[in-house]
């Protein structure tokens, strides 16, 4: 069994910071990339930032330097710093692994359970 929990979400005020962590356990031979995806209401989940091995990080077009990702590889862990956040960032935030449990199983994509940030004032 893989679980991904997440942590530190809450409200926010525009402009603000907010820190989401979140660490991987269970059944795990190697991961390949962690990262944070978001849902709003009435929107497709989206990408807001990915960290593959060798260090190689995407965003999505919306980030604009505002946060950045950063990954333990020893202790299973993705981290994402949000700053200057706006009203638009409200959103269940996702942590996503995509990883194997074992040397000859396929690589597989796993979920957090989410955890919604809201930006307001």
């Known amino acids: 069994q893989v679980q991904l929990v997440e942590s530190g979400g809450g409200l926010v005020q525009p402009g603000g910071s907010l820190r989401l962590s979140c660490v991987a356990s269970g059944s795990i031979f190697s991961i390949t990339a962690m990262g944070w995806y978001r849902q709003a209401p009435g929107k497709e989940r989206e990408l807001v930032a990915t960290?593959?091995?060798?260090?190689?990080?995407h965003y999505g077009n919306f980030v604009k330097g505002r946060f950045t990702i950063s990954r333990d590889h020893a202790k299973k862990t993705v981290t994402l710093q949000m700053n200057s956040v706006e009203p638009e960032d409200t959103a269940v935030y996702y942590c996503?692994?995509?990883?194997?449990?074992?040397?000859?199983?396929?690589?597989?994509?796993?979920w957090g359970q989410g955890t919604q940030v809201t930006v307001s004032s």
């Open positions: 960290a593959i091995n060798e260090g190689v990080t």
């Open positions: 996503n692994a995509l990883l194997s449990k074992g040397p000859a199983l396929a690589t597989r994509q796993y």
